[in-house]
């Protein structure tokens, strides 16, 4: 026979195991739960208490090898040690059970904080952009003229000297290059200094007759100041027919500044030069503001520079392959950015390009 342990010293040392061990949840029993950090820790804990349950009231627990043990004391001492088993589970059981449910509860508040929304906090608003100033000045110049019949080209801005100064009837050494010094690459090519390109490229790929308009990017060598910048928008425009006169241009450009500038709105012409025009005119409108009698905006003239026109030169027909004999046409170019400068009456050009949200968000 083994020599026979003292049954009650087993149910002591598997106590005192316990205790060694569940010393750490001990606290939890508090109720407080403070002592846990995190949800994912409260969860660990969770599962190493079910770990040391099974350890430790589980069929290979040394309090249920004690409880094996109570048939084999003697008789009179049955009793009693049979209650001290019972007694002892029962405590291991009702210290686990109290850790567990405070690390439960702790577990439930931590994951309903986590997951509750709180429908009182005002919404947050979705910040909706909008169209820039000078996209939404070239969608009503595009609309009116579309509805005059024209086409809109969108055309190269990285031209040669050809289209920029050539076709256009300003040959090398011209004077009218000067003040539209642009922008050159190495390899002969400049960024276009006017609109007025698309002319010489709309002619060639449609021939004649043709009616269109470009809007888009122009760039000179210009330092930026309130009035200048050394990129900015123009729209061209072209109408070449058999038997096109003045009078079409004239009334063309009343029409176009009736419709965004309202009815009452006057045109000018004053004679001017340009290379690829002849006879050319400036194009001026009657103020949107005062409507002729002189305020800030027209700067007391009463009148606003629309921009340059004039009957297409011959030989810039002929640069594009249209006989002069058969079509005639008038152009015109205005300047978009310089339009909404007006109309706003901003008095630097630049805040259109700096792209500052505060000053763009003005013209929603
Ligand atoms: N291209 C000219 C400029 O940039 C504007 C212009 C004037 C265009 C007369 C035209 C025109 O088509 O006929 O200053």
């Known amino acids: 026979m083994p020599e026979q342990k003292d049954p009650r010293q087993e149910v002591d040392a598997a106590r005192t195991a316990f205790e060694r061990e569940f010393a750490r949840f001990a606290s939890l029993t508090s109720g407080t739960g403070a002592e846990l950090s995190s949800l994912t820790e409260a969860e660990a ?3 190493a208490l079910a770990d040391l349950r099974v350890r430790h009231t589980g069929k290979k627990s040394a309090i ?3 409880k094996k043990l109570i048939g084999r004391v003697a008789p009179e001492d049955r009793a009693s040690f049979g209650q001290l088993v019972q007694k002892t589970e029962m405590q291991l059981t009702e210290s686990m059970d109290a850790a567990e449910l405070a690390l439960k509860t702790f577990i439930e508040t931590a994951r309903i ?5 709180d429908v009182t906090i005002p919404g947050r608003r979705p910040r909706s952009g909008h169209l820039h100033p000078i996209t939404l000045m070239r969608q009503r110049i595009e609309d009116i003229f579309v509805s005059l019949g024209y086409a809109v080209e969108d055309d190269r801005e990285i031209e040669t000297d050809f289209y920029n100064f050539d076709a256009l009837n300003i040959p090398e ?3 009218a290059r000067d003040p539209q010094d642009t922008f050159y690459t190495t390899q002969g090519f400049a960024l276009r200094s006017q609109t007025s390109t698309v002319q010489i490229h709309a002619m060639q ?3 004649a007759p043709v009616r269109m308009i470009a809007p888009g990017r122009v760039f000179r060598r210009d330092t930026p100041d309130p009035t200048h910048n050394p990129m900015f928008y123009q729209v061209e425009g072209l109408c070449v027919d058999r038997g096109i006169t003045m009078a079409h241009l004239k009334g063309t450009l009343a029409e176009f500044v009736h419709r965004l500038f309202g009815p009452e709105t006057r045109t000018r012409f004053r004679p ?4 690829f025009t002849e006879p050319s005119a400036e194009v001026d409108y009657s103020c949107f503001n005062c409507g002729g ?3 800030r905006i027209c700067k007391s003239s009463g009148w606003i520079e629309l921009g340059g026109s004039g009957m297409v030169h011959p030989n810039v027909l002929r640069a594009a392959n249209v006989d002069p004999e058969v079509f005639t046409g008038f152009a015109f170019g205005l300047g978009i950015d310089r339009t909404c400068a007006r109309i706003y009456e ?4 630049r805040l259109l390009f700096e792209n500052d949200v505060r000053f763009l968000e003005q013209f929603k």
């Not at 904080?113 to 929304?117: C, G, K, L, Q, T």
């Not at 901003?346 to 050009?349: F, P, R, S, V």
């Open 45 to 47: 804990e969770l599962r």
């Open 64 to 66: 249920a090898g004690a």
């Open 113 to 117: 904080a986590r997951e509750s929304i």
């Open 173 to 175: 050494g011209h004077p």
């Open 205 to 207: 790929r449609r021939g």
């Open 272 to 275: 001017s030069y340009f290379p």
């Open 293 to 295: 009698d002189g305020c």
């Open 346 to 349: 901003l008095d630097d050009i």
